[in-house]
């Protein structure tokens, strides 16, 4: 199983949210744990993946040596890629 970790943005974009919200991309985050590669896309000219929970977007480093996954930003799908 993948251990979570956040950066300062996202548990910032996290207290921001609502908390219907919130509980929604925590869980959706908690399934993705035993095993992520099938819940997320990679992103094009980039290290990264996505995970779409509604309409959010969420920026994750996937390791699977160390079997992290690092949570680097979650936003508005509208504004998350720019």
């Known amino acids: 199983m993948f251990n979570l970790f956040f950066t300062k943005e996202a ?3 996290l207290k921001k ?3 219907e919200d919130g509980i929604r991309i925590i869980s959706t985050l908690e399934r993705c744990r035993v095993r992520p ?3 997320v896309k990679k992103l094009v000219s980039s290290p990264y993946f996505r995970l779409r929970v509604g309409d959010y977007r969420v920026i994750l480093d996937i390791s699977t040596g160390r079997l992290i996954i690092i ?3 979650i936003g508005h799908r ?3 890629y720019k």
């Open 78 to 80: 509208r504004n998350i």
């Open 71 to 73: 949570v680097i930003e």
């Open 17 to 19: 949210l609502n908390k």
């Open 11 to 13: 548990k910032k974009f």
């Open 37 to 39: 590669y099938p819940h």
